[in-house]
């Protein structure tokens, strides 16, 4: 049984680590890092990833748990840092998903609506609007006069 200040965390080839959001951090902000006292839930966890994306590598890592709960990764684990990214507000978000919804929305009627240059085929006639002449395939349009023949039996 392990002791309940070790952590498991994930760690990818390029040395970044599974973040809570699904993300891949460089671990400086540990406090938004996936985190279990578990290793069974890490060893999952570490499947599903890989199942969705086969090129990640991805190891899980023990580490000690800080006072917080947080991992205490050790400095020659940690990548170089990335590049910092303008957080979005929760406002910013929502706009962003109506603005895609919206998008998505205007491809979809696209692709249903026909343009300029496509033609729009009749639709095909019902048995009942098909003239009899039209019912014989064998290219004699006068064939029910001449031969006596009826196509409406």
């Known amino acids: 049984m392990n002791d309940m200040t070790e ?3 994930l760690q990818n080839q390029d040395n970044l680590f599974f973040g809570k959001q699904k993300e891949w951090l460089d671990g400086r902000d540990t406090a938004a890092l996936y985190k279990t006292p578990f290793k069974d839930e890490a060893v999952n966890q570490m499947f599903e ?3 969705k994306d086969y090129t990640q590598r991805i190891k899980v890592l023990t580490c000690a748990a800080s006072d917080k ?5 050790p400095e020659d684990l940690l990548p170089p840092p ?3 990214v303008a957080k979005r507000t929760a406002e910013e978000r929502r706009n962003m998903d109506a603005f895609e919804a919206l998008e998505a929305q205007r491809n ?3 692709e249903t609506t026909p ?3 496509e033609e729009i085929s009749p639709a095909p006639l019902s048995d009942e609007q098909t003239p009899i ?3 014989t395939d064998d290219g004699d349009l006068f064939d029910r006069e001449e031969t006596g023949r009826s196509d409406t039996l």
């Not at 709960?69 to 990764?73: D, E, Q, S």
């Open 133 to 135: 002449d039209d019912l």
């Open 82 to 84: 990335l590049p910092k």
């Open 69 to 73: 709960g947080l991992p205490l990764i």
């Open 115 to 117: 343009t300029d240059h």
């Open 108 to 110: 979809e009627s696209a």
């Open 49 to 51: 990833i890989s199942s």
């Open 7 to 9: 952590l498991f965390i």
